[in-house]
């Protein structure tokens, strides 16, 4: 009976040695799997500020400009199916309207041409390089504000050109020489998590809207219940993102910037440039190719040829998202929503 109890004992004591050494592996693979899946975790949430910022991001990448274009048309999502693909990425938000952009000195026949013409035989010198080609871009600056900029490509640098429409002369250019780039990044404009903008954007927006369609277009005619109940339609106070892709210009060789420069709307030393398309792009009659002048896919892809033609250049080239570093954006919300940074027809005004 002793000799049963003892055998007994024994296989329960070994069960339950098995068991616990059963558990304590399960454990050890659990944390292992937890371990390897926070920092898989880690290295996605740390991606995209590291190559925002230009910090951390002077590794080769491993898209390049042509198939993000591709991956782009690959997946189309046409409003219906008589619409044909588009070479470009749509704006989900076309800016202003056919009305408004009327308003634009750049919206007349010539007047962009002869600009560009003016400032080509002007600026550019044979120690500039080879002429690449020229666009009418909008520049985003560092606060947010949208300002209207010639821009003209060669083999060795990017120039931006503050030019007077209204007075047709060139007022400010600063070159930016392909060596000194570090990165490049290609990728829709984006807000921080915590920024108000889109909700400022998104109430803005709203109040036009309804303001718009229960004082003007009813002075002209009345709406029908339907149309009353749209007045009020939720959806236009939503929070609005910028829905524009753009392209960011990075020489500050992986650091931050300083707290004189970020802090100061009026700091000439940021080292960065980003651009997106003119409104003008949306509206221009005519095809892809003629309205190419106004197209930032076209500039980036030109950019990154140039780029790649450069045996020397270390510039590395991300398709990833470019973050605005923009919170409260009152005087920036303000500055586009009236276009102050575009020259054009103000009532009985123009500047």
């Given at each position: 009976?002793?000799?049963?109890?003892?055998?007994?004992?024994?296989?329960?004591?070994?069960?339950?040695?098995?068991?616990?050494?059963?558990?304590?592996?399960?454990?050890?693979?659990?944390?292992?799997?937890?371990?390897?899946?926070?920092?898989?975790?880690?290295?996605?949430?740390?991606?995209?500020?590291?190559?925002?910022?230009?910090?951390?991001?002077?590794?080769?990448?491993?898209?390049?400009?042509?198939?993000?274009?591709?991956?782009?048309?690959?997946?189309?999502?046409?409003?219906?199916?008589?619409?044909?693909?588009?070479?470009?990425?749509?704006?989900?938000?076309?800016?202003?309207?056919?009305?408004?952009?009327?308003?634009?000195?750049?919206?007349?026949?010539?007047?962009?041409?002869?600009?560009?013409?003016?400032?080509?035989?002007?600026?550019?010198?044979?120690?500039?390089?080879?002429?690449?080609?020229?666009?009418?871009?909008?520049?985003?600056?560092?606060?947010?504000?949208?300002?209207?900029?010639?821009?003209?490509?060669?083999?060795?640098?990017?120039?931006?050109?503050?030019?007077?429409?209204?007075?047709m002369k060139q007022l400010d250019f600063?070159?930016?020489?392909?060596?000194?780039?570090?990165?490049?990044?290609?990728?829709?404009?984006?807000?921080?998590?915590?920024?108000?903008?889109?909700?400022?954007?998104?109430?803005?927006?709203?109040?036009?809207?309804?303001?718009?369609?229960?004082?003007?277009?009813?002075?002209?005619?009345?709406?029908?219940?339907?149309?009353?109940?749209?007045?009020?339609?939720?959806?236009?106070?939503?929070?609005?993102?910028?829905?524009?892709?753009?392209?960011?210009?990075?020489?500050?060789k992986g650091e931050p910037l300083s707290?004189?420069?970020?802090?100061?709307?009026?700091?000439?030393?940021?080292?960065?440039?980003?651009?997106?398309?003119?409104?003008?792009?949306?509206?221009?009659?005519?095809?892809?190719?003629?309205?190419?002048?106004?197209?930032?896919?076209?500039?980036?892809?030109k950019l990154q040829q140039a780029i790649?033609?450069?045996?020397?250049?270390?510039?590395?080239?991300?398709?990833?998202?470019?973050?605005?570093?923009?919170?409260?954006?009152?005087?920036?919300?303000?500055?586009?929503?009236?276009?102050?940074?575009?020259?054009?027809?103000?009532?009985?005004?123009?500047?």
């Open positions: 009976m002793s000799d049963i109890l003892d055998d007994d004992l024994e296989l329960r004591v070994g069960t339950l040695q098995l068991t616990s050494d059963n558990a304590n592996a399960d454990n050890r693979l659990d944390n292992a799997s937890d371990a390897k899946s926070s920092n898989k975790n880690k290295n996605q949430s740390n991606a995209n500020p590291s190559v925002l910022s230009g910090a951390d991001s002077l590794s080769s990448s491993t898209s390049s400009f042509a198939d993000a274009r591709a991956e782009g048309i690959s997946n189309p999502e046409p409003r219906n199916g008589s619409e044909p693909e588009r070479t470009v990425y749509p704006r989900y938000d076309v800016p202003f309207n056919r009305e408004n952009i009327k308003d634009f000195f750049t919206f007349r026949k010539g007047v962009v041409e002869n600009a560009i013409q003016e400032c080509i035989t002007a600026l550019l010198f044979p120690e500039d390089g080879e002429y690449l080609g020229s666009w009418l871009l909008t520049e985003i600056t560092l606060w947010d504000n949208e300002k209207e900029r010639i821009v003209l490509l060669t083999s060795r640098l990017v120039m931006t050109i503050k030019y007077d429409f209204i007075a600063k070159k930016t020489y392909l060596d000194d780039l570090d990165t490049i990044a290609i990728g829709e404009l984006v807000y921080p998590p915590s920024s108000l903008v889109p909700r400022l954007n998104g109430i803005a927006t709203g109040v036009t809207t309804v303001v718009k369609d229960c004082v003007i277009d009813r002075l002209c005619r009345r709406p029908t219940g339907n149309e009353e109940a749209k007045l009020f339609d939720p959806k236009y106070f939503e929070p609005r993102e910028r829905n524009l892709r753009g392209v960011r210009l990075m020489w500050n707290l004189k420069t970020a802090w100061n709307p009026f700091s000439q030393d940021v080292p960065f440039l980003t651009f997106a398309s003119h409104p003008i792009f949306w509206h221009k009659d005519g095809t892809l190719e003629e309205r190419a002048m106004y197209d930032m896919e076209t500039f980036a892809q790649e033609s450069m045996p020397s250049s270390t510039c590395c080239i991300h398709h990833s998202p470019i973050v605005i570093q923009s919170y409260l954006g009152v005087t920036s919300l303000l500055h586009n929503k009236i276009s102050l940074g575009f020259f054009k027809v103000r009532g009985k005004f123009s500047f």
